[in-house]
């Protein structure tokens, strides 16, 4: 298939970028910039001149594809609310051209409640309090007009060579302060997944698309932060040490609140309906063998 990709030079979108040609599809790739065009051209991918804030360049990319699978997003935490309804936009312009299937990224953290969530939890709050849940808004209206989309969420940590997330960031905060912390009692938990397993969900969702079907990129339902950031007062040679959830949000802002956040996390109805296995490493081990080179 013809394949239409935002986020195609991203972290996760890379990857899928290498599963989509192993498995024979023509991947096309949205390039805002010079730099991303020669970076899509170096992976074999056809380049489509555009940028997301363009819906008439996402249109056109999109017409000239057999499905889309969407990774890209803007991250803009001062106009965060603005890039979320962007997204709703951007989906709901895909789905005007393309009749195949379209795959977007959404996230497990949605709908996170404390207790291991599924495919078939929805979020408990409006975008009002929650903005990116436009983007799963999205795609449920693009299915009600008679589109084939559906949903992947990820999971808040996508581990892997080049992860520049949530992860890295506690890490940086750890040797900035000269400690490494947890929230409380450190019993918050996190799921993860490595890029590599997630970019094979996508094009498997893509390939036995279903309309309106939700799929959980989860390799590992839950790691305590405890343990996370064990790892790092070991690796840096640091203190270990439980800090308050306002003072994680102190340090850290937006992603201290999400290092307090219990979000664990279930891939298992994904595995079943599409014969996905992750294969790769878990995050604890990789963070041992490659995020302190």
């Not at 065009?37 to 360049?57: M, N, P, W």
């Not at 850290?252 to 296995?277: A, H, K, N, V, Y």
Request: charged share 20%.
């Amino acid at each position: 298939m013809r394949v239409f990709m935002t986020g195609a030079t991203g972290f996760i979108g890379s990857a899928i970028v290498k599963e989509l040609l192993k498995a024979g599809h023509h991947p096309i790739g949205l390039a805002r910039t010079d730099a991303a065009a020669q970076k899509l051209e170096a992976a074999g991918v056809e380049v489509h001149r555009g940028e997301l804030e363009d819906l008439e360049s996402i249109r056109r990319g999109a017409a000239k594809a057999d499905a889309v699978i969407h990774t890209g997003f803007i991250h803009d935490f001062a106009n965060f609310k603005k890039y979320c309804e962007l997204d709703r936009t951007v989906i709901e312009a895909m789905g005007e051209v393309v009749k195949g299937p379209i795959v977007v990224a959404s996230g497990t953290a949605l709908i996170a409640r404390g207790t291991v969530t599924t495919e078939n939890d929805q979020p408990l709050v409006s975008t009002d309090v929650v903005p990116r849940i436009a983007t799963e808004e999205a795609v449920a209206a693009v299915v009600a007009r008679g589109g084939n989309a559906s949903l992947v969420r990820l999971t808040p940590t996508v581990h892997g060579e080049g992860d520049q997330g949530f992860i890295p960031i506690v890490m940086n905060a750890a040797k900035t302060s000269g400690a490494a912390f947890y929230i409380g009692e450190g019993q918050s938990r996190w799921p993860a997944v490595h890029r590599n397993d997630a970019a094979r969900l996508f094009v498997l969702a893509m390939e036995q698309s279903t309309p309106g079907a939700i799929y959980h990129a989860v390799a590992e339902e839950g790691i305590t932060t405890k343990e996370l950031a064990g790892v790092m007062a070991q690796q840096l040679n640091i203190p270990l040490k439980s800090i308050s959830a306002e003072e994680a949000a102190a340090n850290m802002g937006f992603f201290g609140m999400m290092w307090g956040m219990d979000q664990p996390s279930s891939g298992r109805l994904t595995q079943e309906r599409l014969g996905w296995q992750p294969k790769e490493i878990g995050l604890v081990e990789d963070m041992k063998l490659n995020y302190f080179k």
